[in-house]
């Protein structure tokens, strides 16, 4: 980059604006919907899997927990006392 080109160029895709790259990415949408539908589709498809991890292993390990201190628990008095008198 030289001196004489600022950072804020509108020119960053190889001497193409923002605007002129997002035009030809519409036109191309355009020309070909099913190819585009079939690759937005795999996007908002790998999105919501990540989410779905992001979500769901937090929510398993609370549950692993719970689920361990409930197995692990032992025997109190009131469970003895109890148990005598369901007899």
Partial sequence: MTKEKARDDPDDFSGTSFGGAA??????ALRHPRQSLKGLLTVVRRLGRWTTRLVVAPAALVGVIVWWYRRDRRPTFEDYLHSRHEE
């Fill in 23 to 28: 035009f030809m990415v519409t036109v191309m």
